[in-house]
């Protein structure tokens, strides 16, 4: 198949992504369930951008911020001798902002519904922060954490937009399912086409089942 090198690279880049994310997102989350601070509002607003902001402007303003003219460009320019423009790194940092909401809501919401009890339980038995979170805070949240990687590794690989902006169409490094599919449509090769978007269709729908089913089957209800 002439496109198994972009749907490799999709795959890749949504685990780097749902991985990343999960590691990152879980003290924001943590903190977003759990916090009485004024800017919470602000936090939760910011973290939902991506949800209400059309991709191209989030790829604009990411573009910018790679650019060698900044300090993250710069500085990425200076360590690695690359840019971060049209680059799978790019894609990766441009992919984790845009999936960010799909990682910190279904964990915020599996933390708020969890309470403080078995928390402040574990603490007064002396359970360490560590222990405490995996072997109360992880089991307890696991639903929403199931929830949160699914979704944020299908919304990885369907993106469009936002990978154009940032990673262009090189071949085997930024051109990934999306894009590709976007390339067969321009050159009226729509047999591929087809045989791609099904693919991104089949894809998206068993997670949608897998995503109904966990949510009904946990007794926290998250979502």
């Known amino acids: 198949m002439s496109e198994l090198p972009a749907i490799w690279l999709s795959l890749e880049l949504a685990l780097i992504t749902t991985a990343l994310l999960a590691i990152l997102a879980t003290p924001l989350a943590w903190w977003l369930a759990h916090t009485s601070h004024p800017l919470r509002p ?9 949800l209400v902001m059309p991709p191209t402007v989030i790829g604009f303003y990411l573009l910018l911020l790679f650019s060698p003219s900044n300090p993250l460009g710069s500085a990425w320019l200076t360590v690695t001798d690359t840019t971060l423009a049209f680059s799978f790194h790019g894609l990766v940092i441009a992919s ?13 919401h599996a933390f708020s519904q969890m309470g403080k009890g078995p928390i402040e339980a574990a603490t007064l038995l002396g359970a360490g922060p560590m222990d405490t979170f995996w072997n109360i805070v992880l089991p307890l949240a ?9 979704l944020t590794f299908a919304h990885t690989l369907g993106e469009f937009g936002i990978v154009l902006m940032v990673g262009g169409n090189i071949p085997g490094e930024t051109r990934v399912i999306s894009i590709a599919i976007y390339e067969q449509v321009e050159t009226l090769n729509y047999d591929q086409a087809h045989f791609l978007s099904g693919l ?18 946990s007794p926290l209800r998250l979502s």
Not at 96 to 108: E, I, N, R
Not at 143 to 149: D, K, M, N, P, Q
């Open 96 to 108: 984790m902002v845009y999936s960010l909401p799909f990682m910190v809501q279904p964990l915020t």
């Open 42 to 50: 602000v936090i939760e607003a910011i973290t939902a951008l991506p």
């Open 142 to 150: 696991r639903g929403g954490y199931l929830t949160a990687l699914v």
């Open 200 to 217: 991104l269709l089949a894809f998206s729908f068993i997670v949608l089942i897998l995503v109904y089913t966990l949510n009904r089957r």
